[in-house]
């Protein structure tokens, strides 16, 4: 996957960047707020996590954990508003929410 900064839009030569690969492991949603992309990713984890890096300069391997799975409960996707990631798990039945806050940085 890639991306470019909105305001070379218009330019004759666009400067894509690297947002991922395959061997970064992610899936399903990412949500980019500020400078930070956020993903979930099953890399090291069966129960899929969410990870949060870098718009700028994009580190997966190094990025930071801000929710992983449960035992019994899989990480199945995110999505944000204003001032909250919402982090959605699911155990086969039923769903559950869980909200990370931006500025404080607490699920």
Same mark, same amino acid.
């Given at each position: ?22 061997? @970064? ?10 400078? *930070? =992309? ?5 890399? #090291? @984890?069966? #129960? ?12 997966? #391997?190094? !990025?930071?954990? =801000? ?9 199945? !996707? =995110? ?17 559950? =929410?869980?909200?990370? *806050? ?6």
């Amino acid at each position: 996957m890639y991306y470019a900064y909105i305001h070379e839009m218009n330019a004759a030569h666009i400067k894509w960047k690297v947002l991922c690969t395959h061997a @970064d492991k992610l899936v399903r949603d990412i949500v980019i707020k500020s400078d *930070n =992309i956020y993903a979930i990713t099953y890399n #090291n @984890d069966k #129960n899929y996590k969410v990870i949060v890096t870098s718009l700028k300069h994009p580190d997966w #391997n190094n !990025a930071v954990t =801000i929710a992983t799975g449960k035992p019994d409960r899989i990480i199945g !996707a =995110i999505s944000a508003c204003k001032d909250y990631l919402f982090i959605t798990y699911g155990d086969g039945i039923n769903n559950y =929410i869980s909200k990370y *806050n931006f500025t404080t940085k607490k699920t």
